[in-house]
């Protein structure tokens, strides 16, 4: 298995260009199935999970050309229904599939996802959801199946805001008969991106990116061209290798305002940030040691759990005491005990951690457990004395494009070593 090997203590300096959001181009891609005609969509990151996403709409029957960051995708016509477990189980995002499948074809059969490393993830809220438009659902060896004639709007409330739940069903809703509303959805910047590629197609959507969407349903769906917005826990991962490694960079082709809340909780540590339109300049080599500061998760525009592992990550090394409290996610601390092995000092509390900054840490072999515990290893290893090796990069490979490079082109020891 491959491995990436940091020799730390370098600062980092220069440009690095953000490539498309993961989380966006997977509900786009899977939303292609929704209606007929050529989907062109750009700026797809090249990672391992996009590649899933097109296997698993090449096995349903689509018509799928990947040209570098671009894919060419038809579904005239579909030849399967069912999303099998040998893929549902690499990839989570499958699960999104569902709502366009049983939407435009009647019918879905789609692998349970099982758990996972950052603790349980039902689906629950995907499949009252698709319930109450009408769908009849059930649970059978393994498989959710989904079947309803067409699809009928009705009013939705969600318990908690589901992002992969909110698209599921936006996208079923886009095709059904009448008008949904659902409530308290999440608002994050890919439910956006993907209501603006839907309604590039003919959707009639409101309200996303705000916790009402409301959604009229139409008969059919066209095709339609699409650019994927940039990637905000890349961008925010290469700003906190700048800050660990007390260095100055800009993170280019971004969105700051997507980066907010990352970047204030950067601000109240220490780090001078400068914003541009597409573009946010980072330094913290003109200052000692950061500032440790508090951080919880919660959903956009709120602190992203996705971001976690790496603010951890950062406070290991900041001044003074700092508690990043999770509240998305049940146990998403499984990166805790790797950073320990490299003297980080850091108790876990329940559902926070309590992290007591020290000068150094120190490089050794750790092994990743999910893809943003993947990227918070390696930005401990960029900021640690000597060399550390991250094993099991199949996580990081999931969802970075390109990293070692990117962050060599920023000065950074790092490598793949092929096993
Ligand atoms: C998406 C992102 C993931 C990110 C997460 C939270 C994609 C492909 N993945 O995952 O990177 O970490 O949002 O920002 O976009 N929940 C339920 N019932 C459900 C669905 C969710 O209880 O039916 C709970 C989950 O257990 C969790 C919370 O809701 O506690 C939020 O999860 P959710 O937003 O659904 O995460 P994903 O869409 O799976």
Known sequence: MDKIVISGGHVLQGEVQ?????NSALPILASTILGGGECVISNIPRVVDVVTMGKLL?????????????????????????????????????????????????????????????????????????????????????????????????????????????????????????????????????????????????????????????????????????????????????VVAGAITKGSISVNRCRPEHLEPLLNKLG????????????????ASKRGRLKGVDVRTLPFPGFPTDMQAQMVALMSVAEGTSIITETVFESRFMHVEELRRMGADIRVEGNRVVITGHERLAGAPVMASDLRASAGLILAGLAAEGTTDVLRVYHLDRGYERIEEKLRALGAVIDRQKG
């Open 268 to 283: 109240e540590a220490g780090v001078s940030i400068r914003v541009e339109k597409e573009r946010v300049h980072i330094d």
């Open 18 to 22: 953000v490539s498309g959001a993961k």
């Open 58 to 238: 090449g096995i349903l029957g689509a018509d799928v050309h990947h040209e570098g960051n671009r894919a060419v995708i038809k579904a005239d016509v579909i030849r399967s229904t069912q999303a099998p477990y040998e893929l549902v189980k690499t990839m989570r995002a499958s699960v999104l599939v569902l709502g366009p499948l049983v939407a435009r074809w009647g019918e879905a059969v789609v692998s349970l996802p099982g758990g996972c490393a950052i603790g349980s993830r039902p689906v629950n809220l995907h499949l009252a959801g698709l319930a109450k438009l009408g769908a009849e659902v059930s649970i059978e060896h393994g498989y959710i199946r989904a079947k309803a004639k067409r699809l009928k709007g009705a009013p939705i409330y969600c318990d908690v805001p589901t992002v992969t739940g909110t698209e599921n069903l936006m996208m079923a809703a886009s095709l059904a008969q009448g008008t949904t509303v659902i409530e308290n959805a999440a608002k994050e910047p890919e439910i956006v991106d993907l209501a603006n590629f839907l309604v590039k197609r003919g959707a009639r959507i409101a309200g996303a990116g705000t916790d009402v969407i409301t959604i009229e349903g139409v008969r059919e769906l066209r095709g339609s061209d699409h650019e994927v917005i940039p990637d905000r826990i890349e961008a925010g991962t290469y």
